[in-house]
């Protein structure tokens, strides 16, 4: 039976994807590859855009500490991009509908999976701040929220087609950890359709590692 | 359920946020883009008169790459157009990914710094403001103004 909570985060799921804070919506008819690695999991989302203001992937997602991942349908909704002369803004509806399944030997069976939530920000060629949230029903794996807060800036302004770099720092908030605020400092390397991003969580002494590529 | 009660609130402050900056901001940039261009690339043909205090000579103009110069020796149509949004190389790569794909569309340079797409047309060919402008919605940015020919080159009086 699904209760109001599911349903309305089925709602939610179907509105909207990739939780990175790189850009979850490309051009149309463009395919994007999405890594991500943080703490506590490893996900690959693989997405298609159809149009300019929404995406459709496939998302797999690992997660390390309860042993168990998700194979969902993930798609993202550019809810609104705000456009200026030297600055964009965007705000973005992501979710997913799945399977969540056990792995290393864990014997709990497959449950429904399902998330959503909103990812916002804001950037100039030199400044990015940026807010993420999800909140994940995964049956009797998990049932919880996360949100995270980024702010960085870039020591140079490259051009077309050259490196660009930025220096991050991420604050990540998940109640239900017993770490549940945690800081990262990153580095984002950025060059024509190749996105990387390098960092070490401070406080549990985790690395993180993502990268995007645009085609 | 209190945590969705938490995202839905959040949501919803965010959403305020950006409306309100929007309001302040984002919908009357159009009209004030010009204003902003006040430098211009190094290889740009307006760097010659770029100082003489014209905001509308101040806009950027064609941006001259290899590819571009090839196409304008062959006799294309040279445009310039302001994006708006353009702040990375995704960007750059989705104006280039988009207009590409057209027959019309000789060369084509994104100039971040300029915040300006340059084109030069293939000979005999022709790409209308409001094309360039739907092609841009589909790399997902919007056009502020468009400038052909002399105007583009920076060579209008």
Redesign the interface.
Known sequence: MIGA?TA??LVLGCLASATAF??P??????WTVIEESDRLSSSALVHYTPS?TMSLGLKTEVNRDSDFAIYSVHPTL?A??????????N?YFHGGIGVASGINNNPQSDHMAIYG??M?D????SLFVG?R?R?LEAGEYASQ?M?AFRAGFAPY??????L?TWLMLEIDHR?SDPDSVTATPLVRL????L?IEAGYNLTVNQPLFNFTY?F | ?H??I??VA??TA??LC?VA??QE??DH?PH??HE??DHTHQETDSGHSSHDGHESEARPALTHTEDIDSALAKGGEPIVA?V????????????N??FSKREEVAAI?????T?ALSLVLAPGASLSDQTIADLA??????I?DIRRGDEALGMAS
């Not at chain 1, 302004?157 to 050259?162: A, C, F, L, R, V």
């Not at chain 2, 708006?84 to 104006?95: E, I, K, R, T």
Request: proline residues 3%; aromatic residues 14%; hydrophobic residues 40%.
């Open positions: 909570r309305l985060l790189g850009r919506v490309s051009y149309a008819g463009g300019p550019l609104k991009r705000w456009f200026g002369a030297d600055y964009q803004g705000l939530g909103v916002a804001w950037e100039t060629r807010y949230n909140y929220f949100q302004e490259g051009d077309s087609g050259d660009h109640p950025f060059k024509g359709p996105l645009r | 359920m945590l969705l938490k995202t959040m949501t965010l959403c950006f900056e929007a901001h984002g940039m004030d883009t902003h261009h302001d708006l949004g353009v702040v990375c190389d995704f960007c750059a790569l989705a104006m990914k988009i340079y994104v100039d971040l710094d915040k919605i589909q790399a997902g940015y919007r502020a």
